[in-house]
């Protein structure tokens, strides 16, 4: 059995888990700024660090409707694999917690927390798509 970190995070009705060494911060009530002409799936632009970020919305990444209002939490995390990683935001309704998930038990992307489905996101993979039309996010 191989038990591996990630953040739970609520898209609507559905839970998703981010692996947690690819997390880099949660950030709620975060001031966003619109990019004009940005796109579905683009968010806008928030500051961290000094820097400007590019929010993305993770349920329109992973497949969903695009998001019409503001997210009230921002998880900011790597994208992507070496040497070519992207810190971007990801807009999500909230970020529930921090839980252990066995890994071994990941069945076409999804496994189970306390008796529901969690969709198991592949950071990885999902920064193939930063850029490109918006894809479901390949499973592990």
Same mark, same amino acid.
């Given at each position: ?5 990630? $953040? *739970? =995070?609520? @898209? &609507?009705?559905? =839970?998703?888990? @981010?692996?947690? /060494? ?6 709620? %009530? #975060? ?5 004009? &002409?940005? &796109?579905?799936? !683009? *968010?806008g632009l928030e500051e961290f660090a000094g820097e400007p970020l590019a929010v993305l919305d993770l349920a329109h990444l992973? %497949?969903?409707e695009a998001r019409t209002s503001r997210p009230p939490v921002t998880?900011?995390?790597? $994208? %992507? ?8 935001? *990801?807009?999500?309704?909230? #970020? !529930? ?16 927390? +306390?008796?529901?489905? =969690? ?6 993979? $999902? &920064?193939? +798509? =930063? %850029?490109? /039309?918006? /894809?479901? #996010?390949?499973?592990?």
């Amino acid at each position: 059995m191989t038990v591996g970190a990630y $953040l *739970l =995070v609520r @898209l &609507g009705e559905t =839970v998703a888990a @981010l692996p947690a /060494a690819a997390v880099r911060r949660v950030v709620r %009530g #975060a001031r966003l700024h619109p990019l004009p &002409g940005g &796109g579905a799936g !683009i *968010l806008g632009l928030e500051e961290f660090a000094g820097e400007p970020l590019a929010v993305l919305d993770l349920a329109h990444l992973l %497949g969903g409707e695009a998001r019409t209002s503001r997210p009230p939490v921002t998880v900011i995390a790597w $994208l %992507g694999s070496e040497p070519r990683r992207d810190l971007v935001g *990801l807009g999500v309704d909230d #970020a !529930i917690e921090v839980a252990d998930l066995e890994t071994d038990d990941f069945l076409r992307g999804q496994a189970m927390r +306390n008796g529901l489905p =969690v969709v198991i996101v592949d950071t990885g993979r $999902l &920064g193939q +798509n =930063v %850029g490109d /039309a918006p /894809a479901p #996010a390949a499973a592990r």
